[in-house]
């Protein structure tokens, strides 16, 4: 593979991400500034105010990046920009920066898909992964299985019908008046109630095939949520852990099942969700019984960042795979 020191940029959502990477594998530097503060007051990401906070951003992010890297801007081989899927006028403000960048630096553009780059946050840290792997991509935006028989190669096997797993964390917790974003401030309250003590659906857990759906279990969380009040039994703390419990427990079981269906030696996970402590511990337990090897990113590399982008754009740039300067932001997937 090409050497390469690649500047990665990432503005999908809510965060202005700056982070350089040599190699697709050392971090010299990882810069987020997240807007969490902003878009608390609003109980979630307001896509105009999401758009006008990167422009006011990215400059500076990028520029901490490199004097964090103690690099000089004409040192990258590459400029790499997600461009996909996300808020399309939040991309198209690091989408523009980009070209801008890669135009006046006269290097290489590189387009990344976002999702690409939270899988790609795993071989950022773990150089011993085996394959074939099980990816379970659980982010804001996206829930998907995927069977991986090498780092590139991901065939689709499953995926949410409605909502994705961190957009019902969010939603309910929003519901629950438990704040922005919701996924941190489930895990924090279930950490006080108990799973159990009343009981949601684990939907689709029983059928025979790799998709998903959280709509419902959200409903069922929010009609025993009213009933409960009416009834002066509302617990929240109850509420959090049952239903982190539910959808975690059908996010570890089609994983292991897939896991086992498709004989892979290794189960990856990617993305905001799989920061988690639940869903970790678990898959940890169900790897360990089925005897899979478990990966996943540190914290910090699991919610949006730019390193995952530069580690993605590595793999592009050793084939040559560069985006022309026409280069445009789109939200949804295309594919995958
Ligand atoms: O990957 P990400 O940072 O952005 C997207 O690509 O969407 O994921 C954000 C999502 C949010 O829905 C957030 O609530 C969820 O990840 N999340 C979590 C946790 N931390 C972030 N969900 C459950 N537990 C967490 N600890
Ligand atoms: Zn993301």
Known sequence: ?????????????????AAIVRNGTEILSNVVNSQIEIHQQFGGVVPEVASRKHIENIAGVVQRAFYEAQLAYSAIDAVAVTNRPGLVGALLVGV?????????????????????GHIYANFLEHKEIEFPAICLVVSGGHTSLLLMTDQNSMELLGETRDDAAGEAFDKVARFLGLGYPGGPAIQAAAAKGQAGQLKLPRVFLDRNDFEFSFSGLKT???NQWNKLQRRGQANVYDMAAEFQAALVEVLVEKSIKAAVKYQVRSVMMAGGVAANQELRNLMKNRAKEAGLKLF?????????NAAMIAANAHYHYGNRSF?????????SLLSL
Do not use: Q, W
Request: with cysteine.
């Open 1 to 17: 593979m090409r050497k390469s020191l690649i500047l990665g940029i990432e503005t999908s959502c809510d965060e202005t991400a």
């Open 96 to 116: 523009s920066f980009a070209k801008a960048f890669a135009y006046g630096l006269e290097k290489p553009l590189i387009a990344v898909n976002h999702l690409h």
């Open 220 to 222: 069922a969380a929010m």
């Open 296 to 304: 996943y990113p540190s914290l910090k590399l699991c919610t949006d």
């Open 323 to 331: 985006a022309p300067l026409s280069l445009n932001a789109h939200p």
